[in-house]
């Protein structure tokens, strides 16, 4: 099993560019989750979805668009970057949300808007 | 949503017991608490989870008290690599939310 992949793992976009991070698990897990980190900062929750179909707002979603068409696949959405969404973005899933099922992470995606 | 409070950081020689506690005051009844642990450039991995009492396994012990509002996660003679930030999350299905919202974690430096 590959767990969760993320990609692209670098990127460098110019502030007002858009671009699409992937993330995919092979787990059949219904809940997945899309968190940034700051330089030396904790973890932020931007969207989450429990479901094929349905998401939900995090603790910082502006900026940020996410679907889910698939169980797999859980993109996130960047509209017109900005310098302060330069972060590293870590996709997780679990496979219910009881509490009792750990999140499952993937290697994150290191982007840089300048 | 339970909030969690961790010490921001610790040190420790190699060799010795860590505990690190957080405290998760207004935790809710179907609540879990599951402690990761996270290495630079890399995403959090998952060490330990308990409900209540104590939880036991390969790398760490889990103790929740009675009243479930503080946890404490041991690491026995702890070693280099063991240097990481430490997260304690709480969550569950009460009221429906599936959120899982990070605390600042605990960074822990292992001296040699």
Redo the contacts between chains.
């Keep these: 099993n590959a767990g969760v992949t993320q990609t692209p793992k670098f990127r460098i976009l110019k502030i007002g560019q858009s671009m699409t991070l992937q993330c995919a698990q092979d787990m059949n897990h219904n809940y997945m989750y899309w968190y940034r980190q700051d330089p030396g900062m904790g973890l932020k929750l931007i969207y989450y979805s429990v479901g094929a179909g349905i998401t939900d707002k995090g603790e910082v979603p502006n900026g940020y668009n996410v679907s889910r068409s698939t169980t797999e696949d859980f993109p996130l959405r960047l509209e017109l970057a900005a310098p302060s969404q330069t972060s590293v973005y870590f996709c997780a899933s679990s496979s219910s949300g009881g509490g009792n099922s750990p999140l499952h992470f993937g290697n994150g995606t290191r982007l840089t808007v300048t | 949503l339970a909030k969690t409070t961790q010490p921001i950081s610790m040190d420790s020689y190699e060799g010795q017991e860590v505990n690190i506690t957080c405290s998760h005051n207004n935790i809710a009844t ?3 608490i ?1 402690w ?1 642990q996270q290495f630079p ?6 060490i330990i ?1 308990g ?1 209540k009492t104590k939880v036991t396994n390969e790398v760490a012990s889990l103790f929740i008290p009675a009243d479930r509002k503080s946890s404490t996660l041991s690491l026995p003679r702890v070693s280099l690599s063991d240097t990481a930030v430490y ?1 304690c ?5 009460t009221s429906g939310t ?8 605990t960074r822990l430096k292992v001296l040699a």
């Design positions: 179907n609540d879990y599951t990761y450039s890399q995403g959090p991995r998952f989870q409900y997260y999350l709480v969550g569950g299905t599936y959120k899982y919202i990070f605390g600042t974690g």
